[in-house]
Each structure stands twice: as structure tokens, then as C-alpha cells.
């Protein structure tokens, strides 16, 4: 019989593994991004992303197991939509939009992933990921607020302004 400690485990060998597919993602995200603002934001959630990886792995070890991933077909459908835009779009204002948007994605699904791991192993009393987790989950709501504050300051206004010059 599966218990909360298996569902805790398969969980987060989805989102390590949708972290180390977000880490190879996001410098062909900055390199795709005309905008700076958005650019330097993508760089700057790398670094942060690596360290959601340590902290995943220091989660693995406190459940007393190896950290590996398991494939993560969510992820990887929204990671692809992504390099479609930047594949079909050209670079500019139409594909910042779009870029931070698929961005917004990743984030929302990592905040699904997050608040559900945080419940789960507050509901089994392991403080010490929770702890972990909460520091990640808090990051990751950073990200998407800044994403919003980019798209809805800048990137969606240029977008909107191509339309209408076309």
C-alpha cells in the first residue's frame, strides 16, 4: 500500500526533474528575449533555480533518499510550447510577450507543485522540507510577480502597438 511518504517522493522527483529542465530552458529564454528587463529577469531565476535544486536535493536526503528525477510530461509540453514561439515568432516585442507569458507557466506550475509538497509533508510533520520548500515556493512567487509587472509595464503594450502597425 502507498503511503504519504510515496506520494511525497514521487512529487518531488517531478518537480527536480522539471527544475533541471527549467534550468536548460531558461538561457535560450534570455538569449529569445529582446527586452533587457526580461532578459536579466530569466538570468536571474536561473541562479535562483539552481538553488532550488539544492534545496530539493537536501529534501531528498532528509527523506533518506537519492535525489533523482522522474520525467515530468507537463513540463516538458510547457517548456516545448515556449521554443515553439521563439521558433515561430521573430525576436521583438510579440515574442517577449509570449516568452513571459510561457514563463508564467513554468512559475504557476512550480507554485501547484510547491504548495502541494509544503501540505503534504506538513501533514506528515517533516518540518525541515517544509522549511525548504516554503524558501522555494517564496521564490517562485517573486518570479511570477515580476513576470506580471514586465508583461503588463512594457511587454504587452509593445506587443498590442505591432498589431495595430501592421
Known amino acids: ?33 529582446e527586452s533587457e528587463k526580461l532578459r536579466q529577469s530569466f538570468l ?30 507537463a513540463i516538458n509540453g510547457i517548456i516545448e510550447e515556449g521554443e515553439e514561439f521563439a521558433s515561430d515568432y521573430e525576436k521583438g516585442p510579440v515574442l517577449d510577450a509570449a516568452l513571459a507569458a510561457n514563463a508564467q507557466a513554468v512559475e504557476h506550475y512550480e507554485m501547484a507543485r510547491y504548495g502541494t509538497l509544503i501540505a503534504w509533508f506538513r501533514a506528515t510533520g517533516m518540518t525541515e522540507p517544509v522549511r525548504l520548500l516554503e524558501q522555494t515556493l517564496a521564490e517562485e512567487k517573486q518570479a511570477d510577480h515580476l513576470l506580471t509587472e514586465i508583461a503588463t509595464a512594457e511587454l504587452n503594450q509593445k506587443a498590442a502597438q505591432v498589431a495595430k502597425a501592421a
Open 44 to 73: 536571474k531565476h536561473r541562479e535562483e533555480t539552481e538553488h532550488q535544486v539544492e534545496r530539493l536535493q537536501q529534501v531528498f536526503e532528509h527523506m533518506g533518499k537519492r535525489a533523482r528525477g522522474q520525467t515530468c510530461e
Open 1 to 33: 500500500m502507498k503511503t504519504m511518504n510515496d506520494a511525497c517522493l514521487n512529487m518531488l522527483q517531478d518537480i527536480y526533474y522539471a527544475e533541471r529542465q527549467i534550468l536548460k530552458a531558461l538561457p535560450k529564454m534570455a538569449k529569445a528575449a
